[in-house]
């Protein structure tokens, strides 16, 4: 409930008393088209602290994220970051500090930060202006994109959709019993514009589940949700047209028994269209 969310940054910081978990990501983007290939890596060290909102299962997460390190590469060799990779990890800093409330199936609810990061982003915004053409197109998209996602805090929390860690370090994990209830029949996960233009859905399902002392781990599969995703947006190439596309997910979670959040979440995401293209996402994220 709202009424439960502490209301100031002291309220917030009270809740959240205590030794924060630190994480270690590496998250890494493969592209292959049409026989050139290019990824990207990031690295960045995160701090974690959590406590649970009163009965409701509700939490409240308070992430602390350093400045990320970027790596490209294209078949071999290295490349310089380009200026709107620059831009990114500008941008990155925004979100530098995200507290917020999560619920009981681990899906962000509320940015209760909302108003720091939106006067953060004024002074970013500014910035960009300063130091680029006022009228370069890639840099008008990018500060109409921003400027609507920081405007209220709706268009914030929608905003965490697109960095696939959010998800990850705030669970939801189908873990028994719930998972014969609620997620015995799988239940719906997003990978918002995996692609430009492509939202890339799966029906969830865990496959294994194995207890150990302080720990539970997790197998956990994806089957593509065809009817949800939009495949227009996929590129076709000339492969003939028996070349479908295939999409595919699966992540290895180990959760700490006592708090239900992640020691170690492994996962991978892809979409290929015969062997014309193929899109790779993974996330390796370990407490450090």
Request: proline share 6%.
């Given at each position: 409930?709202l009424?439960s969310?502490?209301s100031s940054a002291s309220?917030?910081g009270?809740a959240?008393?205590?030794?924060?978990?630190a994480y270690?990501?590496?998250?890494?983007w493969?592209?292959?088209?049409?026989?050139?290939?290019?990824?990207?890596t990031?690295t960045?060290?995160?701090s974690?602290r959590?406590a649970p909102l009163?009965?409701?299962?509700?939490?409240?997460l308070?992430?602390?994220a350093?400045?990320?390190?970027?790596?490209?590469?294209e078949?071999q060799r290295?490349?310089?970051l380009?200026v709107?990779?620059?831009w990114?990890?500008?941008l990155?800093a925004l979100?530098?500090?995200?507290q917020?409330?999560v619920?009981a199936?681990g899906?962000?609810?509320e940015v209760?930060?909302h108003?720091?990061?939106?006067?953060?982003?004024?002074?970013?915004?500014?910035e960009?202006?300063a130091?680029?053409a006022?009228?370069e197109?890639l840099?008008t998209?990018?500060l109409?994109?921003?400027?609507?996602?920081?405007a209220?805090p709706?268009?914030?929390l929608?905003?965490?959709r697109?960095d696939?860690l959010?998800?990850?370090?705030a669970?939801?994990w189908?873990v028994?019993p719930?998972?014969?209830e609620a997620w015995?029949v799988g239940?719906?996960?997003c990978?918002?514009?995996?692609?430009?233009?492509l939202d890339l859905?799966?029906t969830?399902?865990?496959q294994?589940?194995v207890a150990?002392?302080?720990q539970?781990k997790?197998?956990v599969?994806g089957?593509?949700?065809?009817g949800?995703?939009?495949?227009?947006?996929?590129?076709?190439g000339e492969?003939?047209?028996?070349?479908?596309?295939?999409?595919?997910y699966?992540?290895t979670?180990?959760?700490?028994?006592?708090t239900?959040?992640?020691?170690r979440v492994?996962?991978c995401v892809?979409?290929?269209r015969?062997?014309?293209?193929?899109?790779?996402y993974?996330?390796?994220?370990e407490?450090?």
């Amino acid at each position: 409930m709202l009424a439960s969310t502490p209301s100031s940054a002291s309220a917030f910081g009270q809740a959240l008393a205590g030794t924060p978990v630190a994480y270690t990501q590496r998250v890494c983007w493969e592209e292959y088209r049409n026989a050139t290939s290019q990824t990207t890596t990031l690295t960045r060290s995160l701090s974690l602290r959590a406590a649970p909102l009163g009965r409701t299962g509700e939490r409240l997460l308070a992430l602390r994220a350093e400045a990320p390190q970027l790596y490209r590469q294209e078949g071999q060799r290295p490349l310089e970051l380009e200026v709107t990779e620059d831009w990114a990890l500008r941008l990155a800093a925004l979100y530098a500090q995200v507290q917020g409330r999560v619920n009981a199936v681990g899906e962000w609810v509320e940015v209760l930060n909302h108003k720091a990061i939106a006067q953060a982003w004024v002074g970013l915004r500014a910035e960009l202006l300063a130091e680029n053409a006022p009228d370069e197109p890639l840099l008008t998209s990018l500060l109409t994109s921003v400027d609507q996602q920081v405007a209220a805090p709706g268009g914030m929390l929608r905003s965490l959709r697109y960095d696939y860690l959010y998800q990850a370090l705030a669970g939801g994990w189908p873990v028994p019993p719930l998972l014969a209830e609620a997620w015995s029949v799988g239940r719906p996960r997003c990978f918002a514009a995996f692609l430009p233009g492509l939202d890339l859905w799966f029906t969830e399902q865990t496959q294994g589940a194995v207890a150990e002392v302080g720990q539970q781990k997790l197998v956990v599969r994806g089957t593509f949700d065809a009817g949800r995703t939009d495949l227009t947006a996929l590129p076709s190439g000339e492969e003939p047209a028996a070349a479908l596309p295939r999409a595919d997910y699966a992540a290895t979670v180990t959760l700490d028994a006592a708090t239900s959040l992640p020691i170690r979440v492994e996962v991978c995401v892809s979409v290929r269209r015969g062997d014309f293209y193929n899109r790779e996402y993974t996330l390796n994220l370990e407490r450090a």
